[in-house]
């Protein structure tokens, strides 16, 4: 499976952008997909899980209420909807997918994975 993640980009606090990731399977709808982030200096941290059907999402407190994890499996694609950001939020992002119905928080626990896009918030 390969995955390309894009969407990244400079944006000023509190405004939004929306991360897509394509993966190339013909199995798509039955991998659970996640995003996750790594900021400079720090280990990488689970940012938002969705199920393979799409009906469960899991998401950090950090962006609990600002992120919105979903995906579209006609399209082989799963989005991040990243809202009020802030300058917390810069880091690169990368998806990730894992057979199996649960949303894990390791990333150890995935099989494949994005090549990351950058996300940079100014103050």
């Known amino acids: 499976v390969q995955l390309q993640a894009f969407g990244g980009g400079l944006v000023q606090a509190g405004g939004s952008l929306r991360l897509s990731c394509l993966a190339s399977t013909h199995t798509f709808s039955s991998y659970t997909i996640s995003w996750f982030r790594q900021a400079p200096g720090k280990e990488r941290e689970f940012v938002a899980g969705i199920s393979w059907s799409g009906g469960r999402s899991y998401y950090t407190d950090s962006v609990k209420g600002r992120f919105v994890i979903s995906r579209d499996n006609a399209k082989n694609t799963v989005y991040l909807q990243m809202n009020s950001l802030n300058s917390e939020d810069t880091a690169v992002y990368y998806c990730?997918?894992?057979?199996?119905?649960?949303?894990?928080?390791?990333?150890?626990?995935?099989?494949?994975w994005g090549q990351g896009t950058q996300v940079t918030v100014s103050s």
């Open positions: 990730a997918v894992k057979r199996g119905l649960t949303v894990a928080r390791t990333g150890s626990d995935y099989d494949y």
